[in-house]
């Protein structure tokens, strides 16, 4: 990815204390650590991808004339310029490789979560890793909010989830989300997730407010999932991201997943990557968003 200078930024170090509850918690809120002119430029792309014409988008709502729908965009970045100069800038990818301890950080997916105000329907617990065709732990989920966002309605994620060591059957989340007409998602062998929302006592349950400039980050293993709400008087918008470690592996799924980010912008014109390589022998399907040195 190209270096944009032009876009002024200052990162505020990731503390070795907050890297140390990444690696023990597998979740974080590192507050404000980007700038104003990145919280510009984080804003503007949101509204440049929720409204692009592209109608391939997942939505989701309470059934009341849009009130409260939540739109899903995936690889959000191809319908934005300033989300591009946004992940372009290195501070995306800084942040991930600090979190994780690697030398680079390689895109995996990039998504908006625009949430407009009024009745908001709860997201079920899940991980990201069974939509993924990958596999390790060398895996984060960046999570930009545009608005300030209460600990009831920000993503919760299961603390120490991370190192359970199992991938779930994808059947919470965005399956759900997606309808029951989706096609099947991953690895149909795979074990159900458990019950958090039903037995939410069971669980030690992690949950933040957070503001504008702040990011959440967390394993991309974690369990995870929101609250809904009767009538929230304010949209919610987020920008997140997953990015992997180069020995990150690759994985041949039974299922549907997520094609890589390099074919989706046409450069390659398959996913035909052995299973179990390291992302970072493929730069032309996850390209590097950050690279120590460089």
């Not at 019950?195 to 394993?219: K, T």
């Amino acid at each position: 990815m190209p270096d944009n200078r032009d876009v002024a930024r200052e990162l505020l170090p990731v503390a070795d204390a907050e890297v140390a509850s990444y690696e023990r918690d597998g979740a974080v809120v590192i507050r404000q650590a980007i700038d104003g002119e990145l919280r510009g430029l984080l804003e503007q792309g949101v509204e440049e991808a929720f409204h692009a014409a592209d109608p391939r988008v997942t939505r989701v709502g309470s059934g009341m004339a849009g009130e409260g729908q939540t739109t899903v965009r995936d690889y959000a970045t191809q319908h934005s310029p300033a989300l591009r100069r946004f992940v372009d800038s290195g501070i995306v990818g800084e942040i991930a490789a600090t979190l994780m301890r690697t030398q680079s950080a390689h895109l995996i997916l990039d998504q908006i979560f625009y949430k407009i105000g009024g009745a908001i329907v709860a997201t079920p617990w899940h991980q990201d890793t069974p939509f993924l065709r990958v596999r390790g732990d060398q895996l984060v989920r960046l999570w930009f909010p545009c608005d300030s966002s209460p600990r009831d309605l920000t993503v919760q994620v299961v603390r120490g989830s991370h190192r359970w060591n199992v991938v779930y059957r994808a059947e919470g989340g965005e399956t759900a989300m997606r309808g029951a007409g989706a096609p099947s998602i991953g690895d149909h062998w795979l074990p159900l997730p458990p019950d958090v929302r039903g037995y939410p006592e069971s669980f030690d349950i992690m949950r933040w407010d957070v503001e504008p400039g702040d990011v959440l980050a967390f394993q991309g293993n974690m369990l995870h999932g929101t609250d809904g709400h009767p009538g929230h008087d304010r949209p919610r918008r987020a920008f997140a991201v997953l990015l992997g470690g180069p020995e990150l592996r690759f994985h041949v799924s039974s299922g549907k997943s997520f094609p890589s980010p390099g074919r989706v912008r046409g450069l390659r014109p398959n996913d035909d990557i052995p299973d179990g390589r390291p992302i970072g022998d493929y730069p032309d399907a996850f390209p590097a968003c950050w690279t120590r040195g460089s």
